[in-house]
């Protein structure tokens, strides 16, 4: 008569089968830290962002080279690819670093913001702060369309929160064309820094926003259903 094996002897057997993975060698564990070194090195993007906007200002964007910003702001051309991409990205980037966004600004009277926002901290007049040369650079497609999302619609937005803040005050109609005042200004701006030769006073300023907030244009009226 055949004798048959202990009841447990399958289960022990099993259990030493389960137990050999986790007594092999183990897997070395992978280190989460932040890793140090220029990808988180700010101080590097200044120095390239300075040399950009030098070149800019001495060169022009045609004539601006990679290899020199590069050697000014003492770093491989291979960095300046790796993280900006291009040509277009980098200058555009440089531009904006100059605008890291709109401080929360509330005088209690729109005038006294809007005079704030256009033309103190970072302000769109600061752009006359570029060289006629370099402020061209704007021009470029590529540049002008990464200026418009990281720039220019974001100081949209701000300058719509200050013109709703007025009209809940009763400052100024509920139909009225807000950001159409705030370009009116800026293209002054521009105008008197690179076509006139010198910066818009700024009393003139003062006098031009508060003809336009005292009558102000107005949004065209909703269609009316047929």
Request: charged share 20%; proline share 10%.
């Amino acid at each position: 008569m055949l004798v048959s094996s202990p009841p447990d002897s399958k289960a022990c057997c099993q259990c030493v089968m389960l137990l050999l993975p986790t007594m092999s060698t183990p897997k070395p564990v992978k280190n989460t830290a932040p890793r140090r070194g220029r990808p988180l090195d700010s101080a590097l993007a200044d120095r390239v962002f300075a040399a950009t906007l030098t070149q800019l200002s001495s060169v022009g964007y045609p004539r601006l080279e990679i290899e020199t910003v590069a050697a000014d702001a003492g770093c491989s051309k291979t960095t300046i690819y790796r993280r900006w991409g291009n040509k277009p990205q980098l200058v555009a980037a440089a531009i904006a670093s100059e605008y890291p966004g709109p401080s929360g600004i509330d005088n209690g009277n729109l005038l006294a913001d809007l005079l704030e926002h256009v033309s103190t901290g970072p302000s769109l007049l600061k752009f006359g702060s570029l060289s006629p040369v370099a402020w061209t650079a704007m021009l470029e497609p590529e540049v002008s369309e990464f200026l418009r999302s990281e720039v220019l619609n974001r100081r949209d937005m701000a300058a719509e929160v200050l013109i709703q803040r007025a009209i809940d005050r009763g400052e100024l109609p509920a139909d009225v064309d807000g950001l159409t005042i705030v370009h009116t200004v800026l293209g002054l701006g521009v105008y008197t820094r690179y076509l006139a030769g010198s910066p818009v006073r700024p009393e003139t300023l003062r006098q031009v926003l508060s003809a336009l907030l005292a009558s102000p244009p107005r949004l065209p009226a909703p269609a009316q259903p047929l």
